[in-house]
């Protein structure tokens, strides 16, 4: 089975060893438009929100 696109990046951060709320910050996406994300009640973000995430997770 897939995983969602929140449970994705809830993997990605528990292997590094971050929260969400780190994430919020070092990718400037407020924590009320992520944490929809992480509990999978939003399915498909704007592209924006997303290349920020990336950005965040891949700089570290």
């Known amino acids: 089975m897939a995983l969602l696109l929140g449970e994705k990046i809830n993997k990605k951060l528990n292997e590094s060893k971050k929260t969400a709320y780190w994430l919020s910050k070092k ?31 891949s700089n570290d």
Request: positive net charge.
């Open 27 to 57: 990718s400037d996406v407020s924590f009320g438009v992520l944490y929809p994300i992480l509990t999978n009640k939003r399915q498909n973000p704007m592209l924006s929100t997303m290349e920020k995430l990336v950005k965040a997770v």
